[in-house]
């Protein structure tokens, strides 16, 4: 649980880092606009995105604990790249590569915790799992918007995760970290909850209804994020910084880790999603309704993370009901791969929308017709 954990929160802490802090300092000192930067988060994404399905299929042959080792060099080497970077361009190759380690991740981590969890416990691991996930896009940011500079900020992210590979190595060895499914003997099934079988009958149906709203809900958050700072820039309170409204909005969205799987426990988990998807739309049309009346749109901003944090518990414990135990990590491989392919675009297109308007109600409208 640990090493998953902690890999998710350096995992969200570099998705989160560029848009929230770096996006308008590197633009400056790289000499290029809001928009050509929110092309550096759409590498990361794509390279999510594309790294997803290998990470699932090896964690299924070889090991999740080994796809994970393989995961924190990469982000070490990503986020050290990120901080050397002298130009856009190698700035943007090594968001990509930072991108790859972070979907490297989620097929390892998630199908480890899912495999190493009892089914009935296992909504809850996921909410816990999610805070760490949040609480890495509380840090993180925080160390890019030191004195040090945002270069530094990648640096100790790049430690971070070389610390991560000597420890899962070393747990590996140790026999303590290990993917129960490749044990031989009584050992190997220890710990790995039994399967869930759902019924063949709509099964696809469901499959495809269940990517495609987590193909949507991908689009929504990466988008609210890349606009959501801005938005606190344009119409900050002055008697609150507004790194510490961001940091505020970002603790929100971590409760909601924690209640998603606390609401993903049952069989109505699906319910429950279908509902907190209709209750984003209200949200993000009442923020752009709201954006200038003062401390309202910082309100809805939260109300959001915590809607949209919210559904990741329940989205890894409906998907992984759907799973054999064999497939685990490749079905949270094609989940990735399909939401983050889908996804990609939305840093772009947000950007692009609030250049255009000069403000964010437009970007708001937009993400609430999605």
Same mark, same amino acid.
């Given at each position: 649980f640990w090493v998953s954990s902690v890999g998710h929160a350096m995992c969200h802490g570099s998705k989160l880092a560029l848009p929230l802090v770096t996006i308008k300092v590197a633009a400056d000192e790289f000499g290029v606009?809001?928009?050509?930067?929110?092309?550096?988060?759409?590498?990361?994404?794509?390279?999510?995105?594309?790294?997803?399905?290998p990470a699932g299929l090896a964690g299924d042959r070889y090991g999740t604990e080994r796809v994970l080792v393989v995961c924190f060099g990469l982000m070490a080497l990503g986020a050290a790249s990120c901080g050397l970077a002298e130009s856009y361009t190698s700035f943007v190759v090594a968001q990509a590569?930072?991108?790859?380690?972070?979907g490297l991740f989620h097929p390892a981590g998630l199908g480890l915790l899912s495999l190493s969890v009892e089914s009935d416990k296992l909504g809850e691991a996921m909410g816990r799992f999610g805070m760490m996930g949040s609480a890495g896009m509380i840090v993180v940011p925080f160390m890019m918007n030191s004195s040090l500079g945002w270069r530094a900020g990648f640096y100790g992210l790049a430690l971070g995760a070389a610390v991560m590979v000597a420890v899962s190595l070393a747990l590996i060895s140790r026999g303590v970290l290990v993917d129960h499914r490749l044990r031989s003997?009584?050992?190997?099934?220890?710990?790995?909850?039994v399967a869930e079988q759902p019924a063949a009958s709509g099964l696809n149906v469901a499959l495809v209804l269940l990517l495609g709203a987590m193909s949507v809900n991908a689009f929504l958050g990466a988008g609210w994020e890349t606009i959501f700072p801005e938005t606190i820039k344009d119409v900050g309170l002055l008697v609150i910084n507004n790194q510490a409204i961001a940091s505020g909005i970002l603790v929100v969205g971590? &409760?909601?880790?924690?209640?998603?799987? +606390?609401? *993903?426990?049952?069989?109505?988990?699906?319910?429950?999603?279908?509902?907190?998807?209709?209750?984003?739309?209200?949200?993000l049309l009442g923020t752009a309704t709201a954006v200038d009346?003062?401390?309202?749109?910082?309100?809805?901003?939260?109300?959001?993370?915590?809607?949209?944090t919210m559904t990741m518990p329940i989205e890894n414990r409906i998907l992984a009901g759907f799973t054999s135990t064999r497939r685990r990590s490749t079905a949270f491989a094609m989940k990735f791969v399909v939401a983050l392919? &889908?996804?990609?675009?939305?840093?772009? +297109?947000? *950007?692009?929308?609030?250049?255009?308007?000069?403000?964010?109600?437009?970007v708001y409208r937009f993400l609430a017709l999605v």
């Open positions: 606009g809001l928009d050509r930067m929110g092309w550096a988060i759409t590498a990361f994404l794509i390279g999510m995105g594309l790294a997803s399905v590569l930072l991108g790859v380690a972070a003997g009584p050992a190997a099934s220890q710990g790995t909850p971590g &409760i909601g880790q924690y209640v998603g799987g +606390i609401l *993903a426990k049952d069989a109505m988990a699906a319910s429950r999603y279908a509902l907190i998807l209709v209750l984003q739309c209200l949200v009346r003062s401390a309202m749109p910082f309100m809805l901003l939260g109300s959001f993370a915590f809607f949209n392919l &889908i996804a990609a675009p939305a840093p772009f +297109i947000a *950007a692009g929308l609030y250049e255009g308007e000069a403000d964010s109600q437009g």
